[in-house]
Nanobody
C-alpha cells in the first residue's frame, strides 16, 4: 500500500511537503515517483527518484520541487517550494519495479494540493 499525505491549502509562494509511506512492498527495490492531475488535464510526472537516488523532474517544477526517499522509513517525500496556482492538483505517489520482464506498479490514493493566489 502507498499512503500519500501532506496536501492542503497554501498561498502562492508557499511551501508544502508531501509524504508517501509504503507498506507491503520491498521499498528499496522500487523507483518512486510523484505525479499530479489537475482538473480536466492528464496525469503528469512531477518527480522521480530511482533506487540509486537518481532524480528526474517535470519541466514545470524543476528548481522548485525536490524529491527524496528514506529507505529506512519506506517513505518518499516531495518538498514543494515557491508554489504557484498552476501547481494545484491531486498528487499521487507511484512505485515501480521491473524484474525479469515483470512490472510491479502501485499507486497511492492521492492528496490534494490547492494553491491560492
Amino acid at each position: 500500500q502507498l499512503q500519500a499525505s501532506g496536501g492542503g491549502l497554501v498561498q502562492t509562494g508557499g511551501s508544502l511537503r508531501l509524504s508517501c509511506a509504503t507498506s507491503g512492498i520491498s521499498f528499496g527495490f522500487y523507483d518512486m515517483g510523484w505525479y499530479r492531475q489537475a482538473p480536466g488535464k492528464q496525469r503528469e510526472l512531477v518527480a522521480l527518484i530511482t533506487t540509486v537516488t537518481t532524480t528526474k523532474y517535470g519541466a514545470s517544477v524543476k528548481g522548485r520541487f525536490s524529491i527524496s526517499r528514506d529507505n529506512a522509513k519506506n517513505t518518499v517525500y516531495l518538498q514543494m517550494n515557491s508554489l504557484k496556482a498552476e501547481d494545484t492538483a491531486v498528487y499521487y505517489c507511484n512505485a515501480v519495479w521491473t524484474i525479469r520482464g515483470v512490472k510491479y506498479d502501485y499507486w497511492g490514493q492521492g492528496t490534494l494540493v490547492t494553491v491560492s493566489s
